[in-house]
């Protein structure tokens, strides 16, 4: 089975600060994984995704994430926040023998103060 | 954004009546899914599909049944609503089952109050 833990459910930060989203994954295999944002009212989109290749994956809106496979992580990063990445942020992970199972974390809320 | 829409938007119920939610989409997928969302613990799948007629129970398929009789449309069915199925419900789709070349993508979503 797989699973995925975000320990931060809640975060709070001022514009300009940066920003670490942790994201931890279980499943004894290969793995796809994913961040998706759900801003206040919207449904979810995709941020960004890893499938193979270089650990080090670019998003939209300046968002990244290293996949440390050593550490079963996947953690979102951005240099800088801004008042309008407030929202909810999803860690979700498929693996590769689960077929089209996406699980996704808890997620986390990120308030940024302006 | 991809075509997907879910009717209604909003609804609120009295426990023990029955409840369908739609989802409608444009985009000719062909697998279609139904999420639950409630606090902490993010999505969690409730059944998808993977073509007309075909669909597979996700984690939390308990209470709900579902049905796909044509491509774009996918049911949700609540044959007896319990307030612990009190929670916004999300579709998705996506073209293929293979999520490492295609992604799903993401309804706006039902918020469904059970009394």
């Known amino acids: 089975a797989q699973s995925v833990s975000q320990h931060n459910h809640h975060v709070i930060l001022s514009e300009a600060a940066s920003l670490e989203l942790g994201c931890n994954y279980s499943?004894?295999?290969?793995?796809?994984l994913f961040w998706y944002v759900q801003y206040p009212g919207q449904h979810l989109q995709l941020l960004l995704k890893?499938?193979?290749?270089?650990?080090l994956v670019k998003g939209i809106k300046g968002f990244e994430a290293e996949f440390i496979k050593s550490k079963f992580s996947f953690n979102l990063r951005k240099p800088s926040v801004q008042w309008s990445d407030t929202a909810e942020y999803f860690c979700?992970?498929?693996?590769?023998?689960?077929?089209?199972?996406?699980?996704f974390g808890g997620g986390t809320r990120l308030m940024v103060k302006p | 954004d991809a075509g997907i829409t879910q009717s209604p938007r909003h609804k609120v119920t009295e426990t023990g009546t029955p409840v369908t939610l739609r989802c409608h989409q444009t985009?000719?997928?062909?697998?279609m899914y139904w999420y639950r969302q409630d606090p902490g613990h993010g999505l969690r799948l409730i059944h998808y599909?993977?073509?007309?007629?075909?669909?597979d129970k996700g984690e939390v398929s308990d209470g709900y049944s579902v049905s796909r009789s044509k491509t774009e449309d996918f049911l949700l069915t609540l044959e007896s609503a319990t307030s612990s199925q009190t929670s916004v419900y999300f579709c998705?789709?996506?073209?293929?089952?293979?999520?490492?070349?295609?992604?799903?993508?993401f309804g706006p979503g039902t918020r469904l109050t059970v009394l």
């Open positions: 998705a789709i996506s073209e293929s089952g293979v999520l490492r070349y295609n992604e799903q993508f």
């Open positions: 499943y004894g295999g290969t793995v796809n």
């Open positions: 890893y499938f193979s290749g270089d650990p």
């Open positions: 979700a992970v498929n693996g590769w023998n689960a077929g089209n199972m996406l699980t």
């Open positions: 985009e000719n997928h062909r697998y």
């Open positions: 599909s993977y073509g007309v007629k075909d669909t």
